[in-house]
């Protein structure tokens, strides 16, 4: 029994593996209880065969005004929340969404538990997908980092963040370092033409990382190998 009420019996289990087929997934909350807290963002990233064929983002309304802190951490405003989607709406899109697949982020567990408790509660819906933690990935590859924060890791393996924590962002980002620790060479496998999707739209002009441009990959390889991992 958690602090929500819910006991989190039909939770999935947390693995060690680097499967071909899942989901990346990230959440932007009011803060760190389930709880007490909203969740006021979710992004998912479905990959096939080591490619993402789909994306996932929507805003929610949540019930109270967002926080200052909460606005200069992630750039989201009560403005962007006006009219955004109740979370049983959102809720209902993303468990479809997501499907049985497995779910992949960074810390996780923090998320799913988020997650497991607003379906059980809003849209009666018990979340069971396996889950795989990037920073247990770490720990298995054995890769030294001075934190396990997100920033770090990304530049440990020469990644590029420039619009962290929003959701669709920070899943992006969690998809290439597991790349990376999947395919531990260091190279990172190029995403093909993401600017495809029109995610720029969203950020405006100023961010920009979903523009990035098809390297070949024997120079990618080499730059990477000049990379210590």
Do not use: W
């Amino acid at each position: 029994m958690n602090k929500y009420g819910i006991l989190r019996e039909k939770k999935g289990n947390s693995l060690i593996e680097f499967p071909d087929h899942y989901v990346i997934i990230d959440i932007e909350t009011t803060g760190f209880s389930p709880k007490n807290c909203e969740i006021i963002e979710i992004g998912a990233v479905k990959v096939r065969n080591d490619k993402i064929t789909s994306v996932f983002q929507m805003l929610i309304k949540p019930k109270n005004p967002i926080s200052s802190y909460i606005t200069n951490l992630t750039g989201i405003t009560n403005n962007m929340l006006t009219d955004a989607n109740p979370i049983a709406e959102v809720l209902d899109a993303f468990v479809s969404f997501i499907d049985d697949n497995i779910l992949i982020g960074h810390k996780v567990n923090s998320d799913v538990n988020f997650l497991y408790d607003h379906c059980k509660i809003t849209i009666g819906h018990d979340l069971t997908n396996d889950f795989i933690d990037i920073i247990d990935l770490f720990r298995e590859r054995q890769r030294s980092v001075l934190n396990h924060q997100l920033t770090s890791l990304c530049e440990k393996c020469a990644i590029q963040n420039t619009n962290a924590h929003r959701a669709l962002s920070d899943c992006l980002v969690s998809n290439n370092l597991f790349q990376s620790l999947k395919y531990h060479d260091g190279s990172i496998a190029c995403v093909e033409e993401l600017d495809t999707l029109i995610l720029a739209s969203e950020f405006k002009h100023k961010h920009s990382p979903y523009k990035k441009k098809c390297q070949n990959m024997s120079a990618s390889m080499e730059r990477f190998a000049r990379i210590s991992v």
